[in-house]
Every structure is written in C-alpha cells, then in structure tokens.
Nanobody
Framework: QVQLVESGGGFVQAGGSLRLSCAAS????????MGWFRQAPGKEREFVAA????????IYGDSVKGRFTISRDNAKNTVYLQMNSLKPEDTAVYYC?????????????????WGQGTQVTVSS
C-alpha cells in the first residue's frame, strides 16, 4: 500500500509555471507506475501524464503535450509535474495516482492509490 500527498499548487497568471510534487510513503515506490490527473469543476477527470517505474517512459495527454513534464526521483519517493506556459483552462485540482502493476495507463479507474489533490488556478 502507498499513501500519496501532493503539494505545489497555487495561483499563477497565464504563461507562468508551477511545479507539483507528490510524495509517497512506503519502500516500494519504484514498483509503481505514477500518473497525474486533473479535474475541473463540472468536468470529468482528465489524464495528464504518466511515468514508468524507472522513469524511462513517459506519456502525456494531448492538452498538455509540449508544456508539462513528468519526472520522478525514486530515491526520494517523489513524482513531479513541471507545468509551463500555463493557460486558464489548466485550472483544476491535480491528483497524483499510483498503479500497482507497472503498466502505463491513462484511465483513472486503472490506478489503485490516489492523493488528496492540490488546486491549481491560472488567471487570464
């Protein structure tokens, strides 16, 4: 089992940057595929990015490609989401999630553990 705690959200103007962090408990962090999702008010949860166990494989949602970068530090049990060129439509609660089988997945229901979320607000 793993517990996830996100941080780094906040308020930023359009064009700005934020870096989200997700700290995981437990000694088996490197055995999980990690993902980031987001949910805006009144909208469905959206896949943002995922990273493989070793960090060697990355996938992104179409709306964030070229602007967001996912990374992980297995020694620190932490996954990051660097968000650049932020747009008002990026405003959402951002969640990190862990997938137990080491498979790169883009659907939220396929992830086993979730953090509590961190709010990102981008003003125009």
């Amino acid at each position: 089992q793993v517990q996830l705690v996100e941080s780094g959200g906040g308020f930023v103007q359009a064009g700005g940057s934020l870096r989200l962090s997700c700290a995981a408990s437990g000694r088996t962090f490197s055995s999980y595929t990690m993902g980031w999702f987001r949910q805006a008010p009144g909208k469905e949860r959206e896949f943002v990015a995922a990273i493989s166990r070793s960090g060697g494989r990355l996938i992104y949602g179409d709306s964030v490609k070229g602007r967001f970068t996912i990374s992980r530090d297995n020694a620190k049990n932490t996954v990051y989401l660097q968000m650049n060129s932020l747009k008002p439509e990026d405003t959402a609660v951002y969640y990190c999630a862990a997938e137990s089988y080491g498979i790169m997945r883009t659907q939220g229901y396929q992830y086993d553990y979730w953090g509590q979320g961190t709010q990102v607000t981008v003003s125009s």
